[in-house]
């Protein structure tokens, strides 16, 4: 089968498009024959070795839609979450690394990861959904406990989790505010719903003019460094801050507005096997299409990856598989 594999830590461009062995599913697992599939971060960040157990070489992938057993199915990238809700197991894995993942013709999976697709969305939208949208959705519902009428701040918008965290927000009823560097990511945010954008690269003091804007009950932020930081400076008192990464490092963060404020401070990573499923009703009741930035053939998947690793997209960057 063609398959895209990295074979040496050393950058996107180090993604190679080449014919592997297709895989031989273990009792319990499904193959699907791949249609589509998507970049995360994780992906680039892999191929820099910014990134644990990482074994090579290695098909990358978390995100894939396609056909298995005669049904249109999209794959829940995350193996062997665990009985507990609140936290995934130790050893608990997501697929792309160290097993291999949806860069490929084919990609073997358990079945219980195996879901129909939502029937609105085509094979490059489905594709898009899985890591991002369920990473959205526990950050958003689960763990931040998002409610219709409160107003939401979401961080540096213009990545995939950023982009489905704003249309879900806005199908549940949030009023949004985003941030960027980007002028014209704000300006797409607003087409989606945002109600105000702020640049925080042409206005320093951008955490103000948030705070005289409106009160915000809740903000999610995966960037770490200034802007978690500061989003604790900026929600209401007894309002909630979600984490879900970490791009820009770590963060020098003041106490005394956390305590004094009450502040909740909540981390989230992935989601579980329930927060997917009720991803994808969500989904599917709002008939929610993923935003997507770019789609590349398979074959080349290094210059997606390079387009990533630039931080250059809005929403997701979808791989077209060939038949």
């Keep these: 089968m063609k398959a895209v594999r990295l074979h040496k830590i050393g950058g996107p461009e180090d993604l190679v498009f080449?014919?592997?062995d297709p895989p031989q599913p273990a009792a319990g697992e499904v193959l699907v024959r791949v249609r589509a599939a998507a970049f995360n971060h994780r992906d680039v960040f892999i191929t820099?070795?910014?990134?644990?157990?990482?074994?090579?070489?290695?098909i990358l992938g978390s995100d894939g839609a396609g056909e298995a057993q005669g049904r249109e199915v999209l794959v829940d990238p995350l193996l062997g979450w665990g009985p507990d809700e609140r936290i995934w197991r130790p050893d608990a894995t997501i697929l792309g690394m160290p097993r291999d993942g949806t860069f490929a013709q084919f990609v073997s999976v358990p079945q219980q990861n195996v879901h129909p697709k939502p029937p609105h969305l085509s094979f490059q939208e489905a594709a898009a959904l899985p890591l991002a949208g369920v990473t959205a959705y526990r950050a958003l519902f689960t763990r931040g406990e998002l409610r219709e009428g409160e107003t939401l701040l979401i961080t540096g918008v213009g990545g995939g989790v950023q982009t489905f965290a704003l249309l879900f927000a806005v199908a549940a009823g949030a009023r949004v505010?985003?941030?960027?560097?980007?002028?014209?990511?704000l300006?797409?945010?607003?087409?989606?719903?945002?109600?105000?954008?702020?640049?925080?690269?042409?206005?320093p003091e951008w955490h103000k003019a948030i705070r005289a804007h409106a009160p915000i009950d809740i903000a999610i932020d995966s960037a770490g460094g200034e802007a978690f930081a500061r989003a604790l400076t900026i929600v209401r008192p007894g309002g909630r801050v979600v984490t879900y990464g970490g791009t820009h490092g770590e963060a020098a963060i003041k106490l005394f507005p956390v305590f004094w404020n009450q502040i909740d401070v909540r981390g989230s990573s992935m989601g579980s096997p329930a927060d997917f499923a009720a991803m994808l009703r969500f989904v599917q009741a709002h008939e929610i299409r993923p935003a997507i930035d770019r789609v590349y053939p398979l074959e080349?998947?290094?210059a997606a990856a390079a387009r990533m690793n630039q931080a250059a997209q809005f929403g997701k960057i979808v791989l077209d598989v060939p038949s």
């Design 18 to 20: 080449e014919d592997v």
């Design 187 to 203: 300006e797409r945010a607003a087409a989606m719903g945002a109600h105000a954008g702020f640049n925080y690269r042409t206005d």
């Design 48 to 58: 820099q070795g910014l990134y644990p157990k990482i074994a090579l070489p290695r």
């Design 177 to 185: 505010l985003v941030t960027s560097a980007s002028d014209e990511k």
């Design 300 to 302: 080349e998947a290094a």
